[in-house]
């Protein structure tokens, strides 16, 4: 499924070189539920932008199903992201001026899906985040745990094999966080692979496997 190997992100300042990531290996296998967990500035938002096929690697190889990302043309990485990678993210990043349901269907206009069969895919999303009867709310008419359902529903509406949650409970009180960790949890049990990005050890806890990241160097944590 993921496979990274001696994955290295350098950023040059000034005359010093910082690594962001430094000669990271990661395996995730189909159906896994990993957990990346580091303080701030430890190289956690690289290696999901890596992942998540929104930058590239200075050096080493990213192999996604098999294929080399390297492989790809930059409209083909598009395509690869849009029908293989959900995103999920703290802030929930929802269009203010559009509806729940509005939101969940953007990733199918972008991937050129019919219009009834849109209007299907999103109704089966917002089932299963429970939120049908909010479809037609705007974000401002939703709590903070509703917008992140609806970001979950939009994520998971083109079907994805890899669910990518990045802080996903940063800005959620404990008893929504714990919701919507069940959720990322049923995805996982119905098949999903999830890879959860945080700084939290009780969320990190939660997956069924922990990655731990420091200057830009990943360790497996023993459960």
Request: hydrophobic content about 40%; proline content about 4%.
């Given at each position: ?107 199918l206009i972008y991937a050129g899906t019919p219009a009834r069969e849109r209007s299907e895919k999103v109704k089966k999303a917002l089932e299963k985040v429970g939120l049908s009867s909010r479809a037609k709310h ?86």
């Amino acid at each position: 499924m993921i496979d990274l190997k001696d994955i290295t992100k350098v950023y040059q300042i000034g005359e010093e070189k910082i690594y962001a990531l430094n000669h990271v290996n990661l395996h995730i296998a189909p159906q896994e539920f990993v957990s990346v967990i580091g303080p701030s500035g430890s190289g956690k938002s690289t290696l999901m932008n890596i992942i998540g096929l929104l930058d590239t690697a200075d050096a080493g190889v990213y192999t996604l199903d098999g294929i080399p990302i390297n492989e790809y043309s930059e409209n083909a990485l598009a395509g690869v992201r849009n029908r293989k990678i959900g995103f999920v993210f703290q802030n929930f990043n929802l269009i203010a001026k559009l509806s729940a349901e509005e939101n969940v269907e953007l990733p199918l206009i972008y991937a050129g899906t019919p219009a009834r069969e849109r209007s299907e895919k999103v109704k089966k999303a917002l089932e299963k985040v429970g939120l049908s009867s909010r479809a037609k709310h705007m974000p401002t008419e939703l709590s903070g745990g509703q917008q992140q359902r609806v970001a979950i529903a939009r994520a998971l509406v083109t079907d994805p094999s890899v669910i990518l949650a990045d802080e996903p409970t940063g800005n959620l009180d404990s008893h929504t966080s714990a919701e919507i960790m069940e959720i990322l949890e049923e995805l996982n049990d119905q098949g999903k692979t999830v890879v959860l990005i945080t700084h939290d050890n009780d969320i990190a806890k939660r997956a069924k496997r922990i990655v731990h990241i420091l200057d830009g160097k990943l360790s497996e944590v023993r459960l």
